[in-house]
């Protein structure tokens, strides 16, 4: 059995990552920390966690006892963490924004802080893009959860440059705000409402854009919104094609691309991925592949933003980084309804 601890195991993404990793068949959780949960049972932070004989420990991050590395902490934190953790030669899986960016100064624009540990590179965590990556780094920087869902859900448009221009719009769960309440996610402001933020200064954007921008300088647009549902991310991408292609066409560039993707499923025609069939889960629903008579585009994706937007994505590099089954531990259907 391959060790595994998780650093930050007291929040939402390190419960997720407890809950799937438990039930992994090829590794053993060794550590759990938190700071402020020192010494406390992991069912009385994660309740639903039961058995598992797991106790959060304040522990340093070079006291680990682990061949991989979860960091499911903030942006900032992580990057004070993970070089410390690659120094005893374990590998990492860094959940939050700091190692995502290959420029830098691209990550100092867009999150408002100095980037203190510009050494260490991760390899891009979107394994349906950049497996061969993935499986030679020590470290892994796990996208974002908006980012998963738009990135391939976009990416065979740009790539057979049907598109030079992409409008996204995502609606959230607001369990990706993490697991301290504020007044953005205060039940009153949030029930029976649909909050758009950050509407053309998401960080998310400059990650998508990262992605999709090498391609014949695709412009990305992308605005949040936060929905009264816990989990996940249902993504509606608009662009108006620059080729003339069919319907057949556009769907074929995307079975073509992923071809043999497990965690990828493709909708069949007039079907709707919805956050109901994929939550919990780590698939990625892929549907839309309609055009529209101004020759607009239109394509959707749903996700859980904890799985495939988070823990289960990163179990999944995990997976890649051992060397071992990419699926393992992450067959499970959602939880529909
Ligand atoms: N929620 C989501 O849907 C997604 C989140 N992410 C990213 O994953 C990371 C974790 O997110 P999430 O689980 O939601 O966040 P939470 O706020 O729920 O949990 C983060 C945990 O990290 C610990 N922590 C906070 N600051 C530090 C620090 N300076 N040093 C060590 N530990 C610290 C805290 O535990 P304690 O105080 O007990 O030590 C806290 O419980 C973030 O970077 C987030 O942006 C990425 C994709 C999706
Ligand atoms: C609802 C909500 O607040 N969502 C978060 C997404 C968090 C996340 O996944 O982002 P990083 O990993 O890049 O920090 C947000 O919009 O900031």
Partial sequence: MYKVAIIGASG????????MLLNHPEVEVT????????????????????????????????ELDADVVFTATPHGASMKIVPKILDTGAKVVDLSGDYRYRDTAVYEKWYGMEHTDKENKGAFGLPELYRDEI?????????????????????????????????????TGVSGAGVNPSSTTHYPNI????????????????????ELHGFDDVKVSFTPHLVPVIRGIQTTSHSFLIKDITVDELRQAYEKEYKGEYFI?????????????VRGSNFVHIGGFE?????????????????????????????????IDETAGLTHFGLHP
């Avoid at 020590?138 to 030079?164: E, Q």
């Avoid at 029930?191 to 990262?210: F, T």
């Avoid at 799985?307 to 051992?322: D, E, P, R, T």
């Fill in 12 to 19: 939402y993404t390190g419960g997720e990552l407890l809950r």
């Fill in 31 to 62: 550590d759990i920390t938190s700071r402020q949960y020192d010494g406390t049972p992991a069912h009385k932070i994660h309740p639903h966690i039961r058995d598992s004989g797991l106790v959060f420990k304040n522990k340093a991050p070079d």
């Fill in 135 to 171: 499986k030679k780094a020590d470290l892994v920087a796990n996208p974002g959860c908006f980012p998963t869902g738009a990135i391939l859900s976009s990416y065979p448009l740009v790539k057979n440059d049907f598109v030079d221009r992409i409008i996204i719009d995502s609606k």
């Fill in 191 to 210: 029930a029976d409402n649909v909050n758009p933020y950050k509407i053309s200064s998401h960080r998310h954007m400059s990650e998508i854009q990262q």
């Fill in 265 to 277: 499923k493709l909708m069949d025609e007039g079907e709707i991925p919805h956050l109901s069939s």
């Fill in 291 to 323: 055009i529209d008579e101004t020759g607009r585009a239109v394509m959707l994706s749903a996700i859980d933003n904890l799985v495939k937007g988070a823990s289960g994505q990163a179990i999944q590099n995990m997976n890649i980084l051992l060397g």
